[in-house]
């Protein structure tokens, strides 16, 4: 691995972004006619909605943000909308097994992040403080946008926004005018590293305030190609996707709206199961498919625009999420085929008012809500003898008709003072936690309760360069699955009950610099989170009759994270752009006995840098290296882990192209060249080896 790797490629970069920081405050901010700043400070396009639940800029909130549209979605046609998190400011790609993958936010993942989709949280009773399945099961072809918030959010977003927040926006087509007009989309691509296909037809039809949209889409993979020709098998798994959306004006400031999304991978195999890992002389299963996964959201919206003094906007969302999580699993050289039926009914109601204090205090908004989850778990197994057929239906994965009920009020307000804005919140959040009685474990009842908050600074030293920093206290309480697993676990782990959990909690605090002149945008973003009464899996120090280890969780620790994430974008000219990102974590964590070790899966330094030119003709190039040093800091945890290798992830570069023409109005074509070198090589904390060399092409029709 090349010296830069350890350690030079940052020191570099810094320098680098603030050279060129440097730069654009001196001159890059005013014109050749000598305008002033004010007047040249470039217009970011992009609006985001998640850090402050409002319509701004990423530059104009004080919160770390990362935006990826739909645009992009198409040039890298990913098999899962977490891979579009690659190479992005504080972000890190992990995938278990194809058809799977989760990002890890300033090193925490799963439950520690909240995920959303359109407003409604996805993160269900029983979704993983670990890597789990549940983000691929949103079809990254229907997304608008999808956008990050790095770093706590409690008062807005409260349980599981430790780590950041993740929301998926779906599409929203609009038209104007009383005529009714159409329009719609055709999408495919082609990978050849895994005879992939991706087919995507949506379609539109509307007028001003009534607009009925809805699409259909279909992934066909086979099984991976990695690096130097070798192949991963099995790995070949579908998916098939639908969603439909129609939204209503009820007057000139009254929007319903009601949407449906489908998703299910009929089998998707778990390649860390399927095949001996690290340490391993033979798989930790015979059989092992998800069959299926699925999930079906019903959604809807109410809208309302108002000049009353108690609110500007009001909306109410009302939502049904039902996730089902079945697999079928057969140990090593055990006789034993278990059938598992596992789902998930997470209703949620929610009000937000934005609520500006008088017409005389322009700017200054309080935003204020209430929301209401319940989540209802069904869970049962079949167990079936193969050598003589006979079956039995036994206990699940988790103790069947687990209810998980939250409740919190929230506020947060925004105050202007010239250059200075802050925001402050405070949220209170109430659950009950309710297992039924098990052979196993007696019934428990939790009623877990916390107030959490936040604040944020953003002061504009000058135009276009703002320095900010966020503080924030979040928490989690113990699900379903941290408090009644029972079973198999990757790892050749057993996973035994504990009706004992606490809530965790996070303090998070970052300070960053955001800027953005004529021809170039950056950000560097310093943080630091002190992560407490961490739910982990302990081993007892017991083995089951077939020898896996018997693990249960525990508030174990107290973990210590920090890091640098930076990005960087330069515009030579109209057809020239040069950016960088690279991302540094480090991760401690220490017992009540004062052992410190690292902390688990800890990204290696990573990140992106390539350019896009337009030379004109409707053509676009996109050549960029993505890259990751070693990981030798493993946790015990980590070295004892099939997926991770005991002597340390080796650090890899990869050499990629992005070729896209717009061929006419209505027709773009692409071309991807990745991993042209073949490099043989495993995302750290993956339990797959990533794809070999690629060539894919896709095709967008309109009409």
Not at 181 to 205: C, H, K, L, P, T
Not at 673 to 686: F, I, P, Q, T, V
């Amino acid at each position: 691995m090349p010296l830069c790797f350890k350690g030079g490629i940052l020191p570099s970069f810094l320098l680098l972004l603030v050279c060129f920081s440097s730069t654009g405050i001196a001159s890059g901010l005013v014109d050749d006619e000598g305008d002033s700043p004010a007047q040249e400070t470039r217009v970011l396009e992009t609006v985001q909605v998640t850090a402050t639940r409002s319509e701004q800029s990423i530059y104009a909130v004080s919160e770390a943000v990362t935006v990826i549209d739909s645009e992009a979605v198409n040039r890298h046609a990913p098999e899962l909308l977490a891979e579009m998190l690659r190479g992005t400011p504080g972000t890190f790609f992990q995938q278990t097994t194809p058809g799977q993958g989760i990002p890890i936010i300033r090193g925490l993942k799963g439950s520690q992040v909240l995920h959303l989709v359109d407003g409604m949280r996805l993160n269900n009773a029983f979704f993983r403080n670990a890597p789990n399945q549940y983000l691929g099961l949103v079809d990254a072809y229907m997304t608008q946008n999808m956008e990050v918030v790095r770093g706590s959010a409690p008062s807005l977003y409260g349980a599981d926004a430790m780590g950041g927040v993740v929301q998926v926006l779906s599409a929203e087509p609009g038209f104007s005018g009383s005529d009714w007009q159409g329009e719609g989309q055709i999408y495919g691509s082609f990978n050849g590293v895994d005879r992939s296909f991706v087919a995507r037809v949506q379609a539109a039809a509307g007028r001003d305030g009534s607009v009925l949209s809805g699409g259909l889409t279909y992934q066909d993979h086979s099984d991976r190609s990695v690096g130097t020709g070798g192949k991963v098998t099995p790995s070949a798994y579908t998916v098939r996707a639908a969603d439909v959306k129609w939204r209503q004006a009820l007057g000139t400031s009254t929007e319903i709206m009601l949407s449906a999304q489908h998703l299910e991978q009929p089998s998707t195999p778990r390649v860390d199961e399927l095949l001996s890992g690290f340490g391993q002389d033979h798989p930790s299963s015979e059989q092992y498919e998800f069959k299926p996964n699925r999930r079906n959201f019903l959604h809807a919206r109410y809208r309302l625009e108002s000049d009353s003094t108690w609110f500007s906007r009001f909306e109410a969302h009302l939502a049904r999420q039902i996730i089902t999580d079945d697999r079928l699993t057969q140990g090593y050289n055990d006789p034993e085929i278990v059938q598992e039926f596992n789902q998930s009914q997470l209703d949620g109601l929610t009000l937000q008012f934005n609520s500006p204090w008088s017409k005389a205090l322009s700017g200054n908004e309080i935003v204020w809500g209430f929301e209401y989850y319940r989540d209802e778990v069904s869970s049962s197994r079949i167990r079936t003898d193969s050598n003589n057929g006979t079956s039995s239906r036994s206990r699940g994965r988790f103790p069947d008709q687990s209810t998980m009920d939250s409740t919190a009020l929230y506020a947060a307000n925004e105050w202007h003072w010239n250059a200075l804005t802050v925001r402050a919140g405070l949220r209170y959040s109430w659950f009950e936690i309710f297992l039924p009685a098990t052979a196993e474990l007696a019934a428990v009842r939790l009623r877990p309760d916390d107030l959490t908050g936040d604040i944020h600074f953003n002061y504009e030293i000058q135009p276009g360069l703002h320095l900010v920093s966020n503080v924030g206290r979040g928490f989690r309480p113990p699900n379903i699955f941290d408090l009644g697993t029972l079973g198999p676990r990757p790892g050749n782990r057993f996973n035994v009950p504990n009706a004992d959990l606490q809530p965790e909690s996070v303090w998070s605090y970052d300070l960053g610099i955001k800027s953005a002149g004529n021809h170039w945008e950056a950000e560097l973003f310093l943080f630091y989170s002190d992560y407490r009464d961490k739910i982990s899996s302990r081993f007892t120090g017991d083995l089951t009759a077939d020898g896996r280890f018997i693990v249960r969780s525990d508030n174990l620790n107290e973990v210590h994270l920090w890091g640098i994430e930076s990005g960087f974008r330069y515009l030579f000219n109209d057809a020239v752009e040069l950016y960088a990102v690279v991302n540094y974590t480090h991760g401690e964590e220490s017992d009540a006995d004062g052992l410190t070790v690292p902390a688990d899966r800890i990204p290696p330094l990573n990140g992106r840098v390539g350019f896009a030119f337009s030379p004109g003709h409707g053509l676009r190039l996109e050549p960029y290296v993505d890259f990751a040093g070693e990981q030798k800091r493993l946790s015990p945890r980590d070295a004892s882990d099939p997926r991770i290798n005991p002597a340390g992830t080796p650090g890899w570069v990869t050499f990629n192209l992005l070729l896209s023409w717009q061929a006419s109005q209505r027709l773009e074509l692409g071309l991807r060249l990745e991993n042209l070198a073949d490099k043989n090589y495993r995302e750290h904390g993956s339990g797959i080896d990533a794809a070999g060399r690629n060539l894919g092409v896709w095709f967008n029709f309109l009409f």
